[in-house]
């Protein structure tokens, strides 16, 4: 009796660490989704602004809510350009953590997928080791948005974070002001099958991508296969 316990205890735990891997690799592939229609749409992030990005982080339906006070709470991945000086192509994705609230008087709540452009190795470093307000910690605008803008701008110049919304089929820059964003170190267990810190996936090479991030790293090794910032 007490092996078939422990043989179904253990039947248990396997189980439930396959699902949560699962459930981490289907959060991966969605990123992919939306970073594919994303750069697929007439006027989406502008060429000259993701060429500059060292990081992108891709939160997919993000849930906004309030009923007088408002948040949004969402889990997504981050995905840095390789090497010490973001120099090199797009690598294994970390897991990340959106957490935040404004004030004012908002109804009802919907799903929105959220794309943050992190445009300076100061706030990727500080993203990948702690968690970082948004327009606090790191400077951050909302994003211009159309093919022919360009990232020469006073606001995404002086900007660390640049933003962007889709909801109901529009994309568009969006400020994040006020919410918080840090590594999901659970998740980053639960994906991997071991505990691994946000820096050492980025910096360390500690793993390899996962199948589930194929598609959001050939999308961005496709559409910016170079740095071409200045730092």
Known sequence: MKNAIAVLTLIVIVASSAFAQSKEQNRVANAGEVMKEILNIPDDIPQSVIDKADCVVVLPSVLKFALGFGGSYGRGVMTCRG?????GPWGPPTMMALEGGSFGLQLGGQATDFVL??????SAR???DSKVKIGGDASAAAGPVGRNASAETDVTLRAEILSYSRARGLFAG????????????TANKKLYGKAVSAHDIVFNHAVPAPPSAKMLL?????KSPTNKSNS
């Open 83 to 87: 090497g010490e000086d973001f120099k």
């Open 117 to 122: 452009l992190l445009m300076s190795p100061r």
């Open 126 to 128: 500080s993203i990948l």
């Open 174 to 185: 969006i400020s994040l002001a006020g919410s918080t964003l840090r590594p999901d170190k």
């Open 218 to 222: 050939e999308e961005l090794n496709k």
